[in-house]
């Protein structure tokens, strides 16, 4: 009867994909879009603030909920810049649009789950922040081969194989 002994997360699959600096990363993912009918039903649950009436696809949205049905929650702009840190191997502020140049990297990135055709037929790959700007935008950090930035601008709507998301908790 004594439950002090097992990991409760681990029973759930919630467990690390990876961990840097004490922050347990679950493996990236590429969401799938939320409609505004569930997002309007299920902000507080998804952790969203803003719904979009007129969206149609809203693939932070999706995201949010994903992670909320992990048990976890979409990494935050400091949790990306930890990772951006590790994977260019400098320190990256989180500043607006700021470039930050260096090298990714590549085979570090996928050892995290980020796929290589993704990084090399784009050049980048873009994960979105629990930070919402408004119903259109969140915020993201982009990983480019060469550089990163972070950005408020990270459209909600537009699909991109590039745009991929990571859960933090477990």
Sequence with gaps: KDLR???????GGNS????????????PFQPT?????????????????NCGESLKDDYWGGAMKYCAEQGQRLANDAELTTLANDLY???????DNEVVYGTLDIDRASSFGIPTDIITSYSCFELYSSEET????????????????WTSKMSRTGFSPASWAVCVGG
């Excluded at 002994?5 to 029973?11: D, E, F, Q, R």
């Excluded at 569930?38 to 998804?46: Q, R």
Aim: aromatic share 12%.
């Design 134 to 149: 408004n119903f259109l935008y969140s915020h993201g950090r982009v990983f480019f081969t060469i550089a990163t930035r």
């Design 33 to 49: 879009a939320l409609t505004s009918a569930d997002c309007n039903a299920n902000k507080s649950k998804y952790g969203i603030k």
């Design 5 to 11: 002994g097992i990991n409760i997360a681990s029973l």
């Design 16 to 27: 690390c994909a990876f961990e840097l600096d004490g922050i347990c990363f679950g493996a």
């Design 89 to 95: 191997g400098k320190s990256v502020s989180a500043g």
